[in-house]
């Protein structure tokens, strides 16, 4: 069944690049300290001084799809500021059943959006919400923890909205991320709570402060270039390669 849902095999890693490239995340541990949770809705490991959040199970997923959303996060006004064009490859990472996937498809119509998770229920509620809405320039994309499946050099846009403090591997699926951006053109869209802002009714550990943001994405070889805050309650911060 995961077959379907991941990238054909010729834009997919072999098993021995995936067990190589798994090797050096489990050699290369800069930046990560394990200790005990000081926020107990997060895990005991910290990078770059952050203690990392939990995973949103795929039994939160009508939490995505609430009513409230659009107006909550201003949803449509975060589309705007991405400034697509209708040929644009988007990777929407952290996708769940495809809330901004399908809307990204819109934008796109002579492009692609590959909507990735790393839950297989997610990449079924992605092809189930495909068939309904008749969306084929949507391509789900089973992922992992460490590596978000993209093609080297071939994404215009990724789009990361309140997930990127959950992965459990920040580094590693940052530098994935960015060796899938176009060279000279390819953005990084990162949406996060304003941790700045106590206002913000969301748990701590959920949101993310522009200087860590920029402390994190420069140790994968990522420059912010717009620090984007018309949203209600998140950043839109806008990296590309340095």
């Known amino acids: 069944m995961l077959s379907c849902t991941q990238l054909p095999a010729e834009t997919r890693p072999s098993a021995s690049t995936e067990r190589r490239m798994q090797a050096v995340v489990l050699a290369d541990t800069s930046g990560y300290e394990m200790a005990p949770p000081r926020d107990p809705n997060g895990i005991g490991t910290y990078y770059l001084g952050r203690q990392i959040a939990h995973v949103m199970g795929h039994e939160g997923a009508n939490w995505l799809e609430r009513s409230g959303r659009r107006q909550e996060e201003g949803t449509d006004l975060l589309l705007k500021e991405l400034k697509l064009k209708p040929t ?20 796109v119509p002579k492009g692609e959006v590959l909507a990735v998770d790393i839950q297989p229920e997610m990449i079924a509620a992605l092809q189930e919400n495909k068939r309904k809405l008749k969306m084929p320039n949507v391509r789900p994309v089973l992922g992992t923890t460490t590596n978000p499946a993209l093609p080297a050099d071939s994404v215009d846009v990724v789009l990361i909205v309140d997930a990127y403090h959950e992965f459990d591997h920040p580094r590693e699926m940052g530098r ?13 869209a990162l949406v996060e709570y304003r941790a700045e802002d106590a206002s913000v009714p969301i748990k701590r550990i959920h949101k993310m402060s522009v200087a860590q943001a920029r ?21 839109l911060l806008l990296f590309k390669r340095k």
Do not use: N, W, Y
């Open 215 to 235: 402390k994190e994405m420069a140790a994968v070889g990522l420059v912010l270039t717009d620090s984007i805050e018309t949203l209600p309650q998140q950043h």
């Open 176 to 188: 994935a991320i960015r060796r899938a951006l176009r060279p000279s053109t390819g953005r990084l």
């Open 88 to 107: 644009d490859v988007v990777a929407d990472i952290g996708a769940g059943t495809g809330f901004f996937s399908f809307q990204l498809a819109k934008k």
